[in-house]
């Protein structure tokens, strides 16, 4: 009997070590939901609060370095008349200048704007870069070539910023 009560307790034990963890994983997930939709409001609120352009890219570039490491950001738009990236608001800590324009054929922004969908590359994918001319690509992920602007990036997030159906930037 005694042998069945150890056991017993043992798998209460691992039952309730098991939840806790699930409610920890819970409470993490609904912690970065809070904080996502706390910088989904505080974007919002910056758009209309803003004087210009500049500083309400700025005011975003501010809230996502809130949420996550971003210390190199750029926010780029698509000129639909010229099929033009172009880049208004462009933070390097080693970049002197903004990147000249660029088609939107071109690159990981420009995969973003024509499909209108986030894009990660990670650290992994980024190991497997080669050089070719000026354009760097990534073998097995895509073949897309890219020109690096600024200090490589350890990993690269875009977002579209979309109004209706449309890419915009």
């Known amino acids: 009997a005694e ?17 806790t963890a699930e409610l920890k994983s819970s409470e993490a997930r609904l912690r970065t939901l809070a904080e996502l939709q706390r910088a989904m409001f505080q974007i919002s609120e910056a758009t209309n609060a803003a004087l210009d352009l500049e500083s309400l890219y700025a005011g975003i570039h501010r809230i996502i370095n809130g949420l996550m490491a971003a210390k190199n950001f750029y926010i780029a738009l698509l000129d639909p008349a010229t099929d033009l990236i172009s880049f208004p608001y462009f933070v390097d800590e080693l970049a002197v200048g903004t990147p000249d324009p660029r088609k939107v054929t071109t690159g990981f922004t420009g995969e973003v704007l024509r499909t209108g969908k986030p894009l990660l590359v990670t650290r992994s994918m980024l190991a497997r ?7 760097v690509i990534i073998d097995g992920v895509t073949e897309l070539p890219f020109i690096e602007a600024g200090r490589p990036a350890a990993c690269w997030l875009g977002v579209p910023l979309l109004f209706g159906n449309r890419a915009l930037g």
């Open 3 to 19: 042998e069945r009560i150890r056991q017993l307790n043992a798998t209460l034990e691992q039952r309730v070590s098991e939840r």
């Open 129 to 135: 870069k080669r050089q070719v001319g000026e354009a």
